[in-house]
């Protein structure tokens, strides 16, 4: 097996069919020499819905990725390769999301309104600080209620901790924040990297908890049900585990 990466992900660029036909270019080589190759590895993954407005040809890539390999195998006079692929988050990304309430807000300066999450991004959602990740972030609910432009800003005492246009795809809208009513917000298609990278339990950046984890299935009827998987971190665990 001959493994192709790139760390820029399958676009459709000049720069990735270069890269991808450098490497069918390589194995019709290598196959010359080792006989016993047969499978071509493409790995750099699809990319999954990280805003509203995310639109991506799936069949088209996908059909042109095969139809280049071949042409370039049949240019080399070498046999079609076995084709795998190690799309990671397109496989699991959209399995996960996280669910925050709006603890308060508070007015920063005459332009920037904050909403505070009972959270910490660095904690739950660490590409969003490390790597500026986007991700599909809505209201869960008062859908009716009027907008205001805010920043999402995390419980921990990083300055660092927040989310803002310059992370998301546009300046971000929320309901209006209301002492009556609390409002939640949803981060979704996060099932690939965030649990791995933050971890689980254990001690976390500021001593923020772990979250409660439900999972949502459906039965055979495609009822949907949830179910409690672990709950939320407790100060006396964290404790315990410090050695308190």
């Known amino acids: 097996m001959l493994h192709f990466f790139i760390n820029t992900g399958v676009k459709d ?15 019709c080589e290598l196959k010359k020499i080792c006989p016993s190759l047969d499978t071509l590895n493409i790995g750099g993954g699809f990319p999954i ?25 049949t240019q080399y006079d070498t046999p079609d390769p076995n084709i795998f692929s190690e799309f ?15 603890l308060g807000q508070k007015q920063q300066n005459d332009r920037e309104r904050w909403y505070m999450i009972d959270g910490s991004f660095i904690t739950n959602l660490p590409d969003t600080w490390g790597l500026k990740q ?8 008062n859908w009716d209620h009027e907008y205001n432009r805010v920043i999402l800003g995390g419980l921990t005492c990083d300055s660092q901790d927040y989310y803002n246009s310059e992370a998301h795809s546009n300046a971000i809208f929320l309901p209006q924040y ?46 949907y049900y949830t179910r409690l998987f672990s709950k939320e971190q407790s100060f006396r665990s964290m404790l315990k585990i410090l050695g308190y």
């Open 134 to 141: 986007r991700f599909v972030m809505l209201a869960i609910n």
């Open 13 to 27: 660029d000049a720069y990735y069919w270069n890269e991808l036909a450098k490497c069918v270019k390589v194995y």
């Open 88 to 102: 990671g988050s397109y496989t699991v990304g959209e399995s996960g999301a996280v669910i925050y309430s709006i």
């Open 49 to 73: 819905k990280t805003s509203m407005q995310f639109d991506y040809d799936y069949e088209y890539m996908t059909e042109e990725i095969i139809a280049q390999i071949k042409n370039i195998c």
């Open 178 to 223: 209301s002492n009556d009513e609390t409002l939640y917000i949803g981060f979704f298609h996060t099932g690939a990297y965030q649990e791995s990278l933050g971890g689980y339990g254990g001690i976390q950046h500021c001593l923020q908890p772990a979250p409660k984890h439900i999972i949502i299935d459906r039965d055979e009827k495609g009822e």
